[in-house]
């Protein structure tokens, strides 16, 4: 808890929002300071709560693979993209260097 008794101070939304690089105002810091104040002291009531029989789980649903087999599909003609393509070279596309160039 600050010294205000809020569990968190005007200065830390400030310190977080520079860190996350965000340009939020006084106003817009006061905003959220209250919002981040009322969401602390909702997770204080659920520190309160009496979970000694309550198993930790990291899901709250079991989890399911969506993905799908991996099957080779037909893809397009190498020597098709590359005929399109503005320059091709060693049968790759060929683009112009942008390392190490003065720019």
Same mark, same amino acid.
């Not at 400030?14 to 006084?26: E, N, P, W």
């Not at 300071?33 to 309160?48: N, P, R, S, Y």
């Given at each position: 808890?600050?010294?205000?008794?809020?569990?968190?101070?005007?200065?830390?939304?400030?310190?977080?929002?520079?860190?996350?690089?965000?340009?939020? =105002?006084?106003?817009? !810091? &006061?905003?959220? /300071?209250?919002?981040?104040?009322? $969401?602390? *002291?909702?997770?204080? @009531?659920?520190?309160?709560? =009496?979970?000694?029989? !309550? &198993?930790?789980? /990291?899901?709250?649903?079991?989890? $399911?693979? *969506?993905?799908?087999? @991996?099957?080779?599909?037909?893809?397009?003609?190498?020597? &098709?993209?590359?005929?399109?393509?503005?320059?091709?070279?060693?049968?790759?596309?060929?683009?112009?260097?942008?390392?190490?160039?003065?720019?």
């Amino acid at each position: 808890m600050t010294q205000s008794g809020s569990p968190i101070s005007a200065a830390d939304v400030a310190k977080v929002a520079h860190l996350a690089r965000l340009d939020i =105002d006084d106003a817009q !810091v &006061e905003h959220f /300071t209250e919002q981040l104040a009322k $969401v602390m *002291v909702h997770f204080g @009531d659920i520190d309160a709560l =009496d979970l000694s029989g !309550v &198993e930790p789980m /990291t899901q709250p649903y079991p989890l $399911v693979n *969506v993905m799908r087999e @991996d099957v080779e599909q037909p893809t397009l003609d190498t020597d &098709e993209v590359l005929a399109s393509a503005p320059a091709a070279e060693e049968r790759r596309f060929r683009v112009p260097p942008i390392v190490g160039t003065e720019g």
